[in-house]
Structure formats: structure tokens, C-alpha cells
């Protein structure tokens, strides 16, 4: 290939013109820098369509992914981190005596030569995109300083005290020794890697062990030395500005990280426990955490209905069930549906997880007095429109909510059951007169989190009919369904991400009679079913037959119901 034969394929493609292409020769005469490199940092050619281009001249494959397959764990370790991001190439693996090396550069010639001679063979060229090359370094060597084996082998040169009666000093002194600190930052690098929303930190009687929960699901990552167990912790407790001379109490703190331009807020559960203190650690990324309401899972029969209900004028809307089910997100999606300037909307949360532009959010202080309720009752002084309860948990709150709803506002809160149907039954075994939640509640949403079937290894089955049962499905008509194999991607587990499945219960005049006449939750369920609601399984499984999740995740979130 010569220059030529790029500058005319440019031309030809409409990317280039002949005064671009002069004056980029006229810069590399000044500068010595390969006109290729000119035309990209110029912005005269995309890099992805030069990198096409001298993948055809050249006649080398381009490849749009460096994924697990691709990459021979062997080869991993020969280069370093520094040499790989300088010469922008990445050794993939090695068949046949010849090494397969990705690269954004596929002129420098010398360098490729290079690798092939340190591995002994030949080199096959494949063509990547630059940020592709980036983040495949990060993913497989990422620091090669910073692996979970040489932090663990720093700690081995760490002191420690005797017993677990050191004075707070030598803990503070501890927790602030480099290999501890590289340590627990490796956890929440990793974690943030892993898309985990949680850190778990666990001790047992003879090990510490750390775990992180992905998709709802939680995974064992590291043991860490038992007797290392106080440091870690106490390294915590500083991080979140705790005491770390109490270890009888259970403490709550927060922490901020920036982790690549993300800032992810850390909130810290620690409780003493037979073995030492365990730790929980939940992390906010506010990059990921909000979801529009079309993005939520909602059918669209049921994105319709909740669209049209969060218009309303007035009454409350409730999303239940269990912690973890996503809750507050659907509430956050439903609230920035409807934030407009004309509008007055107030929430009360503990904690507040994401900040809604133009909405004012007010923190629970159990402490200093600011409760739900108390904040519900100074909230509606403040002339809202919409009124948010982060969850509705005694009757005060619930009241003040009900006459809240019953005075023109409309009203959004959470409460934990099980299904839709429970929350009315929830709202009368607190003390609610039937004819207040009769008058008020105008709807319930009842949700789970499924996991999605991971892209990279989906593969089709044949379901038999016990499984296809269980989930109110017959085998007619339902051919082949997807699962996935387990890969590098998706951890093993054969599912990558989550959505939601949903009930709704849209209250009406039957259903309110009900109400007014305590029936019980089965009652309520069974009228809600006639009127054409459809159950959580019963969304689980359309996603399944549409391929977004599998009969075992529905299973696993339904069961109950």
C-alpha cells in the first residue's frame, strides 16, 4: 500500500479533499509526523474510517471487540501496561506459530516486528479502534501493580497487633499503611469494574471473606487474611468518617470515591457480630442509577396506564416490594416524567439516592427529629403539587399522606409487601380507616428485578413442559427459548444486567367497595385478576418468551407469590 492509495481511497469515499490532503503533507514536513496520524488528530478523517480503510489496503481483518475469547491468558504479563498504551497494540494470542496482535497503528511496522520477535514468531494484524484498545488494556492487564495477589502479598509485610484489644492509635496507624489502603481501594475498583451494588466484608472464625452482589446475586471474591481483618475495617471507618475505637455498636457512615470521572457515593452499614465487625458497603454510581420511565421493563399496555396515572391531580400512588426490587428508581423515573416549571414537586428520602434537577429533596434525620412524618407535615405547608415519601413505614406517615392526597395532592411513596393487592391490606393492619384509603389510593405497582440474558453467550434450548408449568406457560406453540452458556462478560452466570417485571392495580369503584368492606388481600387479588390485571409471573414470563430473560429468574423472584 502506499500513501497514494489512501489519499485516493479517502477522496473517493468523500472523506478527504485535495487541500486537506496538501495541507496535512505540508504539516508533516514541518513536524516528521506520518500523515495518516495528521488527517485523525485533525479531524479531517474520522479514526474509524481511516482505520477501515488501511484495514482494506492493507488487507488485514478489522475487529470491533477485544473480547474474552479473543485474548490468550498466557501472553498476558509479557509487555507492560506503559509499552502496550505507547505503541497502542495489544498481543491477542498465539496458533500456529503465529501471534495475532490488535492494534489502532497497523503502520508502525517496527513495533509489531518487535513483538513478534520477543514471543518468537510471526505476527498476524488485526485493525481496533483506539478507545477499544484502551479499554481492553484496562479490562485484562488493567494495573498489573494493583492485582489482588500482590496487594495481599503487601499486607503480608504489614504488622499487626496482638488481640483484638489495640488501642485505637495503632488501629488509625494501621489503617493508614500504604498495602491496607491499596487493598481496600483494589475492592472498590473492582466492584465499580463489576457493576456490584454492594460490598460485603464478612467474618467467620477463621477467615474474613468479601463478597460483592451483581445483579442481585451475590459472589465470593476475596479472603483476605483474618489477621488483617481489624485494619481493613478500621481503613473503612476512616473512609467514612466513623469511630473506629467503637466495635460494640453497629455505625452508619458515607463516603464519596472518583473512580475514572465517575463519582460514586458510598453509604457504610457496620455491625459487631460473633467473629468482628461486618461490613456492608452500598454503591451509588449517579451515572448509572437513573432510568427514564420507558427504559424501566414496563409492557406497553402498563407504560400507558402509568403514564396516564401520574397525571393525575391528586391521590397516591404506591410502588411495593422488597428491598432491592428498584423501588425508588421507578419513583425517580416517574417524578423527572412529570417535573416541569409550572410544577412544585417536594420528596422526603432516606437516603436521597439521586438528584433530581428542579426538585427539591429533603434528607430524614431521625436524630435531630426529621422523620418522615415530621417532614411530610412541614412539606405540605410548602404548597407542593407532588409530594414524594421515600416509604410510608408507621400511621403518622400514612395519614399525613392520606389528608395530603385528599387536599389536591398527588402523592408518590413505597411500601414493602409482597404484592399489589398486599398494600391495601398493609395500609389497614396499620390503623388506616378504610374509607381514607378508599378515597386516596389510586393505584398500586407491585415489581421485582429479573436478570437479563447475557448478549455475549445467548444460546437457544427446548424448554420442557414441567419447566414451561411452572411459570403458567404450555408447551405449544413455544419452540426454543434463550438462556445464556456463561462467559468472561456476564461472570459465569449467563446473565448481564437486570429489568423489571411489574402488576399494576389501578383502584376503581368495585375495588373500593372492597376496601370499604375490609376484604382481605386474596379477595382484593382475585377482583383485581377478573378486571384483567396481569401477576408478576405472568410479566415474567412474556419477557421470557421475548427472549430478555430465562424460566429460573422468574422463578427465582416470583415464588413467594
Not at 488501642?167 to 465499580?192: G, T, W, Y
Not at 402523592?411 to 378515597?439: C, K
Amino acid at each position: 500500500m502506499t500513501i497514494e492509495t489512501l489519499k485516493k481511497d479517502l477522496i473517493e469515499k468523500g472523506f478527504l479533499t485535495e487541500e486537506q490532503w496538501e495541507e496535512s503533507l505540508s504539516i508533516q514536513r514541518e513536524s516528521g509526523m506520518r500523515v495518516d496520524r495528521i488527517l485523525v488528530e485533525n479531524g479531517y478523517v474520522p479514526e474509524e474510517e481511516m482505520l477501515k480503510s488501511l484495514s482494506m489496503l492493507l488487507g488485514v481483518p478489522y475487529l470491533s471487540e477485544i473480547d474474552g475469547e479473543s485474548v490468550e491468558s498466557s501472553i498476558i504479563g509479557t509487555f507492560s501496561e506503559p509499552f502496550l498504551r505507547q505503541n497502542r497494540c495489544f498481543p491477542l494470542k498465539c496458533e500456529n506459530g503465529f501471534v495475532t496482535v490488535a492494534t489502532s497503528d497497523p503502520l508502525n511496522a517496527e513495533i509489531l516486528n518487535e513483538i513478534g520477535v520477543i514471543l518468537g514468531s510471526g505476527v498476524k494484524v488485526v485493525v481496533v479502534l483506539e478507545e477499544e484498545l484502551g479499554r481492553a488494556i484496562e479490562k485484562f492487564y488493567g494495573s498489573r501493580e494493583n492485582t489482588a495477589e500482590k496487594m495481599l502479598q503487601d499486607m503480608e509485610e504489614v504488622e499487626v497487633a496482638s488481640e483484638v484489644g489495640e488501642e485505637s492509635e495503632d488501629l488509625l496507624d494501621l489503617a493508614n499503611k500504604a498495602p491496607i489502603i491499596k487493598f481496600v481501594n483494589l475492592i472498590l475498583f473492582q466492584a465499580v469494574k463489576e457493576r456490584a451494588s454492594d460490598i460485603h466484608i464478612q467474618p467467620y472464625e477463621k477467615e474474613l471473606r468479601v463478597r460483592y452482589r451483581v445483579d442481585g446475586i451475590l459472589h465470593d471474591v476475596l479472603t483476605p487474611p483474618k489477621r488483617h481483618q481489624a485494619a481493613i475495617i478500621s481503613r473503612i471507618k476512616v473512609m467514612a468518617k466513623l469511630n473506629i475505637a467503637e466495635r460494640r455498636l453497629p455505625q452508619d457512615g458515607r463516603a464519596t470515591i472518583k473512580i475514572d470521572d465517575r463519582q460514586i457515593d458510598i453509604r457504610v452499614s457496620i455491625i459487631p457480630t460473633a467473629f468482628g465487625e461486618r461490613v456492608v458497603m452500598r454503591l451509588l454510581d449517579k451515572e448509572n442509577l437513573f432510568f427514564g420511565l420507558e427504559e424501566l421493563g414496563l409492557s406497553s399496555d402498563k407504560l400507558a396506564a402509568v403514564n396516564h396515572l401520574i397525571y393525575s391531580s391528586h391521590g397516591i400512588i404506591l410502588v411495593t416490594g422488597p428491598t432491592g426490587s428498584g423501588k425508588t428508581t421507578t419513583l425517580y423515573a416517574a417524578l423527572s416524567k412529570i417535573n416541569s416549571p409550572d410544577k412544585n414537586i417536594i420528596t422526603v428520602e432516606d437516603p436521597i439516592e439521586y438528584q433530581l434537577p428542579g426538585i427539591s429533596q429533603i434528607q430524614v434525620k431521625p436524630k435531630i427529629g426529621l422523620t418522615f412524618a415530621s417532614g411530610l407535615r412541614h412539606i405540605v405547608r410548602q404548597d407542593p403539587d407532588i409530594i414524594m415519601i421515600g416509604e410510608i413505614r408507621d400511621i403518622e406517615t400514612a395519614e399525613i399522606a392520606i389528608h395530603a392526597s385528599l387536599t389536591g395532592h398527588l402523592v408518590f411513596s413505597t411500601l414493602h409487601t409482597n404484592d399489589a393487592s398486599g398494600a391495601i391490606t398493609r395500609l389497614l393492619d396499620m390503623g388506616i380507616e378504610p374509607y381514607l384509603i378508599s378515597s386516596s389510593v389510586i393505584a398500586v405497582v407491585a415489581q421485582r428485578l429479573v436478570r437479563l440474558i447475557c448478549e455475549k453467550c445467548r444460546e437457544s434450548y427446548n424448554p420442557d413442559e414441567e419447566a414451561l408449568a411452572e411459570i403458567g406457560l404450555k408447551k405449544e406453540g413455544v419452540e426454543a427459548l434463550s438462556r445464556g452458556k456463561g462467559c468472561q462478560h456476564c461472570l459465569s452466570t449467563g446473565y448481564r444486567g437486570r429489568t423489571g417485571i411489574y402488576e399494576l392495580v389501578v383502584i376503581d369503584e368495585e375495588l373500593r367497595k372492597l376496601i370499604l368492606d375490609r376484604a382481605d388481600s386474596n379477595t382484593i387479588r382475585k377482583k383485581a385478576f377478573e378486571k384483567g390485571m396481569e401477576s408478576l409471573q405472568n410479566d415474567g414470563a412474556a419477557k421470557v418468551l421475548k427472549g430478555i430473560t430465562t424460566i429460573e429468574e422468574v422463578l427465582r423472584v416470583t415464588q413467594e407469590n
